[in-house]
């Protein structure tokens, strides 16, 4: 077997794969060189920097696992790996105390200026009155994403007397009073939060999380750390709030571009900048070395990886009845992520049919990953569903039904919050995922891997004209619509199939109209 290492890893890593394999360390290729060579081993294993794109994982005729020597995996074509049945490992706990000790430090390094009293003093400066900080305890820590490091942060946090925001749907309010947190929405945690810490993946759902909008709520003493991902915080927004007093400073770890050596955030005294050193400690890198060296030596031997983060092993003779409603699993899950509000509390899955008489652990994990993919780091699969559910206070159940009234086989989803509960279905119909209940609605939508509008709302003329007509003047195009209502002139849910994303701006129009409950922009 040969392995190829293409980012710098600990040498602890290094020798566990060497025990089993050839280990050939090839750092700083390029997309065109890796392509070239990559046809020629079984295992590949990067950290953030090396790109492992469509073409690449195409070219890998040989290669059985690629191996994340960290948490993130935006670096890897996960989809396209997938596809060519290639396992994708990382590394989640290996650099956690790390990038939570820099977060720390971050935050107050940022609270008492050290960084830049540090280069004034160097340049002969004595100028204590420009450097006058303020103390962290007392003070309000706003955390976005309350997984394993958010959790870690929130700790130290309160070891430093802080008082803790969070927000985290994922996260039951009995885990978050564990670590002494207080669940929160966003737009409660951005106008009361001090200092504000993301721990969050990005996502389209968390793309510029922190943008012009959401900056203009915060309080002018706030200070921004950012140690998860580039992308999370729109740059050009934060620049300018710093730049009009609108909040006091920011640290940043994390770039869109890496590596990053020209940035218009560099430009401000208020910014501190590292260059990626969350997992930089000796401890995190032989840690996430060795759990990615595991994983490799584990599926060379014939066993499985226990961090997979793409589909879990499914043994061939369940594979024709419970394959199909792999994608109708994580569907739901993504559905009810995007629909519910509140801190979850319980997730009860049902299996109708067919696919209730086999091991359902796999659809579990799937459904649970749809859920969770978003907003959380996390990535779940077969080993660890429970124990992810469990570490977040939530309370999963699953119940089987041998027959099924109007499908062949159904799966249904009911997620309990502190705001109430919601619940979706799905099913395999002509070969295709369908999407055939929300709530008490009885529906029939194929997600497409495009935007639906899902509005609740009660049943009157006019009111799909209303929303006809603000989509119009949008300029979006709408593809297809479904309406379901109890009764006329009743509670009704309406989903429009949209070619084009709805802005926020209009979703707030439609939110405007008269009877109009809820309007929600979801991604299937």
């Known amino acids: 077997m040969k392995v190829l290492v293409a980012d710098p890893i600990s040498k602890d890593g290094i020798e566990m794969v060497r025990r089993v394999a050839d280990v050939d360390i090839k750092p700083n290729l390029s997309e065109k060189e890796l392509v070239s060579i990559i046809g020629n081993y079984d295992a590949l294993i990067v950290r953030s920097q090396t790109q492992v794109t469509a073409p690449v994982i195409l070219a890998a005729n040989k290669l059985v696992i690629i191996g994340r020597a960290g948490v993130g995996v935006d670096n890897i074509d996960i989809e396209a790996a997938t596809e060519k049945g290639i396992v994708v490992v990382n590394a989640p706990t290996g650099n956690t105390v790390s990038a939570a000790e820099h977060t720390i430090a971050l935050m107050l390094a940022l609270s008492r200026h050290i960084p830049q009293a540090n280069n004034s003093l160097k340049a002969c400066q004595w100028k204590r009155s420009e450097f006058i900080g303020t103390q962290v305890k007392d003070k309000v820590l706003g955390i976005i994403g309350l997984g394993n490091i958010g959790s870690e942060v929130a700790q130290r946090a309160a070891g430093l007397e802080m008082k803790i925001m969070a927000y985290d749907p994922f996260v039951s309010e009995e885990r978050a009073q564990q670590l002494h947190a207080e669940m929160v929405s966003l737009e409660k945690l951005y106008r009361e939060a001090d200092f504000i810490t993301l721990h969050a993946p990005l996502t389209d759902a968390t793309h510029n999380i922190i943008g012009k909008n959401q900056l203009a709520t915060m309080k002018p003493n706030a200070r921004i750390i950012n140690t998860a991902r580039g992308g999370l915080i729109d740059e050009e927004a934060l620049l300018e709030a710093l730049n009009e007093g609108c909040i006091a400073g920011a640290a940043i770890d994390v770039f869109r571009e890496e590596p990053c050596t020209e940035n218009i955030l560099f430009s401000s005294d208020k910014v501190i900048v590292t260059p990626h050193l969350g997992a930089s400690t000796v401890e995190a890198q032989s840690l996430a070395a060795t759990e990615v060296a595991k994983q490799i030596v584990d599926v060379f031997s014939g066993r499985s990886a226990r961090y997979a983060v793409n589909a879990p092993f499914i043994s061939a003779e369940a594979m024709n009845i419970i394959g199909p409603y792999l994608k109708v699993a994580r569907q739901i899950g993504q559905l009810v992520s995007y629909l519910g509000e509140g801190q979850m509390r319980k997730i009860s899955i049902t299996y109708q049919g067919e696919i209730a008489n086999y091991n359902t652990n796999v659809l579990k994990a799937i459904v649970l990953g749809g859920l969770l993919d978003r907003l959380s780091e996390e990535r779940v699969n077969l080993v660890n569903a429970n124990k992810v559910a469990s570490h977040r206070g939530i309370k999963v159940v699953e119940e089987k039904e041998a027959t099924c009234e109007n499908f062949p086989n159904l799966i249904s989803l009911k997620v309990d919050?502190?705001?109430?509960?919601?619940?979706?279905?799905?099913?395999?119909?002509?070969?295709?995922?369908?999407?055939?209940?929300?709530?008490?609605?009885?529906?029939d939508i194929v997600p497409t891997g495009g935007y639906f509008l899902f509005s609740d709302h009660i049943d009157r003329p006019g009111l799909i004209g209303e929303v006809g007509r603000i989509t119009g003047e949008a300029d979006i195009n709408v593809s297809h619509m479904h309406l379901s209502r109890s009764k006329p002139r009743g509670?009704?849910?309406?989903?429009?199939?949209?070619?084009?994303?709805?802005?926020?701006?209009?979703?707030?129009?439609?939110?405007?109209i008269p009877d109009v409950h809820n309007a929600k922009l979801v991604k299937l």
């Not at 309406?494 to 802005?503: G, R, T, V, W």
């Open 491 to 512: 509670p009704a849910i309406m989903i429009m199939a949209l070619d084009e994303p709805l802005s926020e701006k209009e979703r707030q129009k439609i939110l405007q």
């Open 417 to 443: 919050t502190s705001e109430g509960c919601i619940s979706a279905a799905g099913t395999i119909l002509r070969g295709e995922s369908h999407i055939v209940r929300v709530n008490d609605f009885w529906i």
